[in-house]
């Protein structure tokens, strides 16, 4: 079946640290891909997209992403991370002709 | 533009009675979609339409829901009668009609059902 698999449901990081969120896409032909941020109480605010050409993508508040078709996968990166930074994060795919599907979303905290 | 706007916030009602959750999408979009966020679920997505038409409703759960969108500025999603197990928030997005633009989302309906 088409999904958007996101296989870490809660992670913590300490502030400064590294991040990476992971995401699977499973479908025929390589959907659209972005990445959507949500704070509590809010609506989605979209980080990144990508759609062709190069694999490594950047987005906004310093936060990029990695295609990688061989893998299935659209990862979600971060060198340093602000406290500002907790949140729910979703990837998304949308296959031609279709509307967004979401992954179940990463829920992120940070630790001072 | 003031981006997509969902109306009422928050919405509380009890059992049996029906709901209206009112979307405006942003001037220009022909896309428009309704999920539902539950914290078991996730976002489904409920209906999605293009030019005001329903192109696909799969994820409307029963016959209780049902959307409309009667011009490009404006779309209703009702539920009639409502559940407890309704109680989600409901988000409405627009977007331009090709899938290599992103969607825009209002803030959300906060809905009750008690």
């Known amino acids: 079946a088409q999904s958007v698999t996101q296989p870490d449901i809660h992670i913590t990081v300490s502030e400064g640290a590294s991040l990476e969120l992971r995401c699977n896409y499973s479908?025929?032909?390589?959907?659209?891909l972005f990445w959507y941020v949500q704070s509590p109480g809010q609506g989605l605010q979209l980080l990144l997209k990508y759609f062709s050409g190069d694999t490594l993508v950047q987005g906004i508040k310093g936060f990029e992403a990695e295609f990688k078709r061989s893998q299935s996968s659209f990862n979600l990166r971060k060198p340093s991370v602000h406290w500002s930074d907790a949140a729910e994060y979703f990837c998304a795919a949308r296959p031609a002709g279709t509307a967004l599907i979401f992954g179940k979303g990463t829920t992120l905290s940070v630790s001072s | 533009d003031a981006g997509v706007i969902q109306s009422p916030r928050h919405e509380v009602t009890e059992m049996g009675q029906e709901v209206t959750l009112r979307c405006k999408p942003i001037?220009?979009?022909?896309?428009l979609f309704w999920y539902r966020q539950t914290m078991m679920r996730g976002l489904e997505l409920l209906i999605y339409f293009n030019n005001n038409v329903p192109i696909d409703d799969s994820g409307m759960p029963e016959d209780r829901f049902s959307a409309k969108m009667p011009n490009a500025s404006f779309s209703t999603l009702k539920i009639q009668p409502s559940e407890p197990r309704d109680s989600a928030v409901y988000f409405c997005a627009s977007s331009l009609k090709a899938e290599n633009t992103e969607a825009f989302f209002g803030q959300g309906t906060r809905l009750t059902v008690v």
């Open positions: 001037s220009g979009h022909n896309s």
């Open positions: 479908y025929g032909a390589t959907p659209y």
